[in-house]
């Protein structure tokens, strides 16, 4: 089910005038005497003016607010940020800060190990971040050599009655670092407004049940640490995708023999297949436009279950689709994001908000959506949540289990 908004999509382009189905369908004054003149005149300190500075930033997105199941306002997006110094000249991070431009007021902080486990090398994913392994701690300090980009992943948590910034600045502050010593820096970098477009409220992508949230916000998973350049720009692409599993009585995703296409409560078997090309990546999908410039997407669906054509107009509630395992995936789930673009490549990752939902626990340890079909059982290894029990007009967090 989704968003009562009015516009749709399969294959390439979106279905047009549609509403979202489920899979089924965030002063100083200074004295100064001129030369042949007696008195001081006083006036305003000049604003700063342009100066070398060793980073160069770029923020990738407009910062969009959303509320989530912990009942906090977050933000989440990325700085890019450069060494412009020659490549014998590294450069210390101590602390990322970012701050409301008008009142000065500090948003929220990055700093030691913090920051090293929120930042690292373009081109250079973090360790993790590949959807096996869990990412160990970061490096300390955290050195951007000459002549290279970083990326620094913000997740910011407001605290409860805190008011979103209309305009957000950043303060970065370290060291240079060459052979003959270092050489403290502070400087502003990168004012930018926060998005004030309200995240679509939707109804559920899937049929009621319970549902394993996987790879959502806010931390270290492929969806919010997906940086991919495409056609000549880099894009965050899934930041706030959810991969969705079924989930059954006793907890489990698959019974049975893992390799079996009948043991999945999805749909068809994990296998690892070659990465596809880009246009293939989401597999058999459909795409619905809900508003001027939103789309929802509804990725690796089985092939040959659409039960939809582009240009159909479709109310909540409809069956778009079979959750299968087309494109780029490994494991049987339903890819759902909302995008701001009719295809993945390139767009950007607004969040979201479903309307009502329970939460049922969480899993942990973390299991990653490649490793479920090589569990010894199919059980997840679901506890209790802090955030147990209904929630209204929330974004769920990565590894919570939800009740439709």
């Not at 008008?102 to 994913?125: C, F, I, K, W, Y």
């Not at 407001?158 to 950043?170: A, C, F, I, S």
Request: aromatic share 8%.
């Amino acid at each position: 089910m989704a968003e009562r908004h009015p516009h749709h999509s399969t294959g390439r382009r979106p279905l047009r005038r549609g509403l979202a189905a489920a899979v089924l369908a965030a002063g100083m004054l200074t004295a100064s005497t001129a030369p042949g003149y007696g008195a001081a005149a006083t006036t305003p300190t000049p604003t700063p003016g342009p100066r070398f500075t060793p980073l160069t930033a770029a923020v990738m997105t407009e910062p969009a607010p959303f509320r989530a199941t912990d009942g906090r306002t977050h933000l989440s997006y990325e700085l890019l940020t450069t060494n412009a110094l020659p490549s014998s000249a590294r450069v210390r991070l101590d602390r990322v800060e970012v701050q409301d431009a008008r009142t000065h007021r500090v948003v929220g902080s990055l700093s030691g190990q913090e920051l090293a486990d929120a930042a690292n090398p373009v081109g250079d994913p973090l360790p993790g971040a590949d959807g096996y392994t869990p990412a160990p701690p970061g490096r300390t300090p955290t050195v951007i050599p000459g002549s290279q980009q970083w990326v620094v992943w913000l997740d910011l948590t407001l605290d409860h009655g805190q008011r979103v910034p209309k305009v957000l600045e950043h303060h970065l502050s370290g060291a240079v670092l060459t052979t003959s010593g270092s050489s403290p820096f502070e400087e502003t970098v990168r004012i930018t407004p926060t998005d004030r477009t309200a995240p679509l409220d939707l109804d559920p992508p899937v049929r009621p049940g319970t549902w394993y949230s996987s790879e959502s916000c806010c931390g270290n998973t492929h969806h919010r640490r997906g940086l991919a350049p495409i056609d000549g720009g880099f894009y965050v692409p899934q930041r706030f995708a959810i991969d969705w599993y079924k989930v059954g009585e006793r907890g489990q995703t698959w019974e049975g023999d893992p390799a079996r296409l009948t043991s999945y409560l999805d749909n068809t078997p994990p296998v690892t297949p070659p990465v596809p090309p880009i246009e293939q990546t989401v597999g058999n999908h459909v795409t619905v436009e809900v508003a001027p410039g939103r789309y929802l997407l509804y990725a690796h669906l089985e092939p040959g279950s659409l039960r939809v054509r582009e240009g159909d107009h479709v109310e909540p509630g409809r069956i778009l689709g079979r959750i299968g395992n087309s494109g780029n995936s490994t494991t049987p789930h339903l890819h759902f994001q909302v995008m701001t673009t009719p295809e993945f490549f390139p767009t950007d990752s607004p969040p979201f908000t479903f309307r009502e939902f329970r939460v049922a626990g969480q899993v942990e340890p973390r299991i990653w959506d490649d490793n479920l079909g090589l569990q010894p059982t199919g059980v997840l290894p679901v506890i209790p949540s802090p955030y147990d029990g209904p929630h209204r007009a929330r974004y769920p967090l990565d590894r919570e289990v939800l009740e439709f």
